[in-house]
């Protein structure tokens, strides 16, 4: 799973994503935030993690 928290941690985006084992690519449309700082957070079940990026 893939989320997106804004600065005040509140979720502005969220999405399943089937994956296989290895290196994997998705692109995110990040068209509809406004600018600031968040924090895409990804999850594979018990293991997740965090980073945080700059929408310009």
Partial sequence: MISI???AGRV???KTY?????ENKLTLETTN????????HLAD????????????
């Fill in 33 to 40: 935030l406004t600018k600031g700082m968040y924090f895409i």
């Fill in 5 to 7: 928290y804004d600065i």
């Fill in 18 to 22: 089937a994956i296989k084992q290895g």
């Fill in 45 to 56: 079940g018990a293991e997740g993690v965090n980073i945080k990026f700059i929408k310009e």
């Fill in 12 to 14: 502005v985006y969220e």
